[in-house]
């Protein structure tokens, strides 16, 4: 492994003689729920739990805990810290402008620097990241179009190729240049409300690009839990002084 920059049931009653006839439940709507959440200067927390299998051997790759921060479209900014399965510590913050990198993401860095800035940014930081962003509503609406429903739960598959086309996520990473026909597996779990509280996620790599050859045919299974829809987050840059361009 290596580490790279880079719904619900809707109840009915029939009349029975002269008993009331009783209102029917509205189904949630997670692409309204989800908008009704995109107010700037608010966001969600997010935990997961990354494992990495090359089909004989399986390892956890990564735990993590980020805060995505919205903006009025969608994902604004975000705050993402990981441990590696060497306990190595990475860091990413995006601002909307810039993308900040610290730990192994950021390489080697000169004496007094530990944060790396590069331009632009916002995608997935790496591939063992969560590969599917149901905060952006693009994302939100292919996962439920092409998924099947059963109680609080969609389950469906989604191609990168399509993901390029729907997730600025997915699309700003290095993965968006990988096979277009691979598959990603999800099971994406709603709650009361209409908001994602988990994503599992699984894929594996074919036709990866030019620095990723070790990955190719491994597997990487995420578990994300989302809670705190609608907390408040801002997102803070590291101090410029620690900070090498």
């Known amino acids: 492994m290596r580490k790279t920059i880079s719904v619900l049931v809707v109840c009915g009653a029939f009349l029975v003689g002269a008993a009331p006839a009783q209102a029917q439940t509205a189904p949630k709507d997670p692409v309204r729920a989800l908008k009704s959440k995109l107010i ?11 494992n990495w299998s090359d089909g004989t051997e399986t390892s956890q790759a990564y735990n993590t805990k980020g805060v995505l921060q919205f903006g009025k479209k969608g994902l604004a900014a975000y705050d993402i ?5 060497d306990d190595e510590k990475d860091r990413v913050i995006y601002n909307g402008k810039a993308t900040y990198y610290s730990g192994a993401l950021a390489g080697d860095l000169p004496k007094g620097k530990t944060w790396l800035k590069a331009s632009g940014g916002g995608g ?3 591939e063992y990241d969560q590969v599917l962003n149901p905060t952006e509503p693009t994302t939100l609406s292919a996962l439920l179009e ?12 989604i ?24 598959e990603v597996s999800y099971k ?4 009361t409300a209409g908001l994602v509280s988990k994503l599992w996620s699984s894929y594996t790599a074919k036709g990866v690009s030019k620095g990723y050859e070790n990955f190719e045919d491994s597997t990487v299974v995420v578990d994300t839990r989302y809670t705190g829809w609608g907390t408040k987050a801002s997102i803070k840059t590291p101090n410029p002084k620690t900070v090498a361009k």
């Open 40 to 50: 700037p200067g608010h966001g969600v927390r997010y935990t997961e739990i990354a």
């Open 188 to 191: 994406l779990t709603l709650n």
């Open 124 to 126: 997935m930081p790496s």
């Open 146 to 157: 092409k998924g099947s429903k059963s109680g609080n739960t969609v389950t469906g598959t």
């Open 81 to 85: 810290a990981s441990t590696a399965y």
């Open 159 to 182: 191609t990168f190729k399509d993901l390029r086309k729907a997730s600025a996520w997915f699309s700003r990473s290095d993965l968006r240049s990988w096979a277009s026909d691979t």
